[in-house]
């Protein structure tokens, strides 16, 4: 077989867009209650919350599941498979696209999940332990592995190309994608399937957090818990769902007469190689990352319009995140608007990087800057805008995403507008 001769310059665009959020299970309603400034987090409903210090995430809620999964599925699957299912068939069905054969091998799928199916795996040991071995369920295995995001969708939409699940913490959904876009524009497919997906507000996912002292204890008002960049700021509020988006070659969008919502030009993949929860003072490789993706897309900071930030709303974060982007973008820092939108949704995990970069290119095609809301005191360390409370109409040419997570892995995507 002839090799394929690979190039730089296939152009990367994205046509479709799929979400199930705290906000909402579309992406409209993601969005409409992102430019309401509103906050979906809440009480825990899922587990009894007695013994916690933390009683609140954000959960998704009034979903359907089988809109997007039979009854047999919904028994065998975990709620990370349903959410990233879902999120793929909006996205799919968003860009228009219908996998057939004759295109099959050159579509593939990455969904990342930084810790898959938590909530089966926790219930199944119980199981185990209360009624022996025989009695654990069959599909337990396959629920719980954290590429059957990527598996399952892969199934179910006949994608044969390349396939792939990012485990890189709260950076995974935006590997999914940086590295769908690399895919891309080195020839190896012609469409990705990409994004990220959990369902971890789990008994022992929360006491995990909370023996850490990582988690939102603000359990009297918990849509003021998630505070990125605010003085009162006390940990970050653990979310669940799921973000996908259709990536495609230009000229494979062009010829099927596709919408295209924007251009990926850019992304940016580091490691702090310092510590295994905490970023290093000043976040150098956070602005190692940042200056990966500028460079990639052959830009100057005084281009970008807008940072969606990782905004996570934990003490050092916010305040390591600000030193980073003053790093790289000087002067010019004070000048750009930057929020964080795990102020309405919380921390979706895996699934943050994806469902930040929907919102980022949302902000591109809709000219509307999303606020950070509850940033009622700033922290006089987070001196940059951060669009408080209200959203902004601007026209937006250039938005940076950035994500970073545990085990130091810092993940940066940079979106333009398409101009043909």
């Excluded at 879902?86 to 579509?107: K, Y």
Aim: charged share 20%; net charge negative; proline share 5%.
């Amino acid at each position: 077989m002839k090799r394929l001769a690979l190039t730089q310059e296939r152009r990367v665009v994205i046509t479709g867009l799929g979400a199930v959020t705290p906000l909402g299970n579309t992406v409209r309603d993601t969005w409409e209650g992102i430019c309401a400034g509103r906050s979906g987090i809440g009480k825990i409903t899922k587990f009894d919350t007695t013994d916690y210090e933390t009683k609140i995430a954000g959960e998704v809620k009034h979903f359907a599941p089988l809109n997007f999964v039979n009854k047999k599925e919904l028994r065998r699957l975990d709620d990370f498979i349903i959410y990233s299912l879902a999120s793929a068939q909006m996205a799919l069905e968003d860009s228009g696209l219908t996998i057939v054969n004759a295109i099959a091998e050159r579509v593939g799928v990455i969904i990342g999940s930084a810790i898959g199916g938590l909530a089966t795996l926790e219930r199944e040991k119980e199981t185990l332990l209360n009624a022996g071995p025989q009695k654990v369920f069959p599909f337990t295995i396959p629920s719980i592995l954290a590429n059957l995001g990527a598996g399952y969708v892969s199934i179910r939409f006949g994608a044969k190309g390349p396939i792939n699940c990012p485990v890189t913490a709260c950076a995974a959904g935006t590997n999914a994608i940086g590295d769908s876009f690399r895919i891309i524009s080195l020839g190896y497919a012609d469409v990705m399937i990409a994004g990220g997906a959990d369902a971890a507000i789990t008994p022992l996912c929360v006491a995990g957090f909370n023996v850490m002292k990582a988690l939102s204890v603000n359990n009297d008002h918990p849509e003021k818990a998630s505070r990125p960049f605010d003085r009162d700021r006390d940990g970050f509020v653990i979310s669940e769902g799921s973000g996908v988006l259709i990536l495609e070659e230009l000229s494979f969008a062009i010829n099927r007469g596709a919408r295209i919502y924007a251009e990926v030009v850019g992304y940016g993949s580091t490691s702090d190689a310092f510590h295994i929860v905490a970023p290093p003072p000043g976040h150098e490789g956070a602005a190692r990352c940042m200056q990966a993706a500028l460079y990639e897309a052959g830009m100057s900071p005084a281009d970008i319009d807008y940072i969606n930030a990782h905004g996570t709303s934990t003490p050092l974060n916010d305040i390591y995140e600000t030193e980073a982007i003053k790093t790289v973008f000087g002067e010019y820092s004070k000048a750009i608007a930057v929020s964080s939108t795990k102020s309405m949704t919380g921390h979706l995990l895996g699934a943050a990087g994806s469902v930040e970069a929907i919102i980022a290119v949302k902000t591109i095609s809709e000219g509307i800057i999303p606020p950070t809301i509850n940033l009622d005191h700033p922290d006089p360390a987070c001196d940059l805008d951060y669009v408080p409370h209200r959203p902004r109409k601007k026209e937006i040419n250039i938005a940076m995403s950035n994500t970073f997570g545990f085990g130091g892995v810092n993940a940066t995507l940079l979106f333009t507008k398409f101009d043909g």
